[in-house]
Structure formats: C-alpha cells, structure tokens
Nanobody, 133 residues
Framework: QVRVEEFGGGSVQSGGSLRLSCTAS????????MAWFRQPQGMQREGIAT???????TYRDAVKGRFTISQDDAKSTLYLQMDSLKPDDTALYYC???????????????????????????WGQGLQVTVSS
C-alpha cells in the first residue's frame, strides 16, 4: 500500500508565498509519477502541476509563472512553491501518486502522469490553503 503525505499549507495574504511538500512511501523499489491537484470549495478537483521522470514540468495555465513544482535529488519528496498567491488560489491542495508502470505514459525508464485525476491511484489527505485579499 502506497502512503502519500502532504505538509505545509496555511493562510497567507494576497501576494504572499507558501511551500507544500509531499512524500510517497510504501514500495521502496518503485518509482512514482506525482502531481499536485487542488479543489476550491464547491468545485471539481483540478490538476495544477506535474513533472515527468526527466524533470520536465507541466502547469495549469492559471498557475503558470507563479507556482513551481520540483523534486529533491532522491526523488523522494515533491514540492510546490507557490508565489504571488491570489484569493482564487484558495482551495484544498492534494498530492497524488501513481506507480510508474501505471502512469499515463510509461516507456521503460520514462514515465509521465499528466494532470487528470483518473490517472492517479494514491492521494494525500489534502491541505487547506487560504489566501486573503
């Protein structure tokens, strides 16, 4: 069983910054494709950032230029640096993971999970991010 844990979140004023982090554990022999999602109150969950096994990043238009996704060298921790936050960024933020062979795109050593909710099996508990004006 894969366990996904998120850390960070909180409240900040418009224009401020927050950093989220996430770990996926359970099968030390597996690699995972991972992504960040968010769900504003009363709305559907949406993918906002991911990166493939080569480190190439993909962002939702609404966060491009303001959010940065990254991983540590060991690829054991996923980060989301959120700058220039706006009230519209207020949401529950989720980290998601999928075992590499089951990622949306998998070709031997290359994998990419994409930003569709249906392509991820393992989810964190969610972190509240609140941005006040």
């Amino acid at each position: 069983q894969v366990r996904v844990e998120e850390f960070g979140g909180g409240s900040v004023q418009s224009g401020g910054s927050l950093r989220l982090s996430c770990t996926a554990s359970g099968d030390t022999k597996s690699s995972y494709c991972m992504a960040w999602f968010r769900q504003p109150q009363g709305m559907q969950r949406e993918g906002i950032a991911t990166l493939d096994s080569r480190g190439t990043t993909t962002y939702r238009d609404a966060v491009k230029g303001r959010f940065t996704i990254s991983q540590d060298d060991a690829k054991s921790t996923l980060y989301l640096q959120m700058d220039s936050l706006k009230p519209d960024d207020t949401a529950l933020y989720y980290c998601a993971a999928q075992s590499a062979p089951r990622c949306a795109y998998y070709n031997g050593g290359y994998f990419y999970g994409g930003l569709l909710e249906r392509d991820y099996s393992y989810w964190g508990q969610g972190l509240q991010v609140t941005v006040s004006s």
